[in-house]
């Protein structure tokens, strides 16, 4: 019974802090490159959080189906792949 209420709080807060992200990004008015970019951060930072991964990233394709990682999030000590294109 314990346990189970442990698990039940641990999904909760979890679900606490996606609901506080996406209200984050939500109200973001991205109307430049540059406002894009802090909400792509904001993504990135909280997904890291939340998910407990080693990365995070936003990738953005071109019509031809190329692209390149535009945001990344990384915990110390993995490298880092911005800007690397994919193909």
């Known amino acids: 019974m314990a346990r189970r209420l442990e698990n039940l709080l641990w999904a909760q807060a979890a679900e606490t802090e ?3 992200l996406f209200g984050d990004i939500a ?3 991205a109307r430049t490159p540059q406002d894009l970019e802090e909400v792509f951060e904001k993504a990135v930072h909280g997904a890291l959080g939340i998910l407990e991964a ?3 990233v936003i990738y953005r394709f071109s019509p ?3 692209g ?3 945001s990344e999030a990384v915990v110390p000590g993995v490298p880092r792949s ?3 294109k994919i193909e």
């Open 18 to 20: 996606q609901v506080g």
């Open 54 to 56: 080693e990365r995070v």
């Open 82 to 84: 911005l800007g690397e």
């Open 27 to 29: 109200v973001s008015n």
């Open 68 to 70: 390149y990682i535009a």
């Open 64 to 66: 031809d189906w190329r």
